[in-house]
């Protein structure tokens, strides 16, 4: 098995092979000589989400009964918050339970195992596992997490003056 070796993009197209061929985690790690929980963490943090349209434009399961008003903090707001395009009532809503399909949290965690009349009729967010997006998202993470923190002269002489007495 590899040690602390970085899944490359042949291996990513391997794993998307082997995801829709529905072999299962431990198949495709043997195949690549790999762990099955690396397999497995590839995927979940790699995988593209799709947002589905919903039906009121909000990611929430209580739209059009939800009665809810001024949750943004303007109280002479009469509109019915998911009915709101200026903010986002999912935000806000200690009441919103979004769309979650129970079968992308577990393995294989995409929709790829889903039958093609499921897939269209179904209202949830669609995850993929697409080896060239997957490589790609993996290494903009990289690269983000090798980036320093970016502040202007002045950012930094404001926070050293707000941070400095706390520490001493």
Known sequence: MSNYNRIILKERVRIEAGIYAKKSFGEIAEELGRSTSSITREVRQNRIMVK???????????????????????????KRCWTCTEHDCTQYCDRCVTHTCKKT?????VCDSCSEKNKKACKYNKYYYIAEKADAKAKKVRSESREGIRLTPQELKTLDEVLSPLVR
């Open 52 to 78: 589905s349209p919903y039906a009121c434009g909000t990611d929430c399961v209580y739209p059009p009964n939800c009665r809810k008003t001024g949750l943004c903090g303007d109280e002479y707001c009469t």
């Open 105 to 109: 949290e577990k393995a294989p965690f």
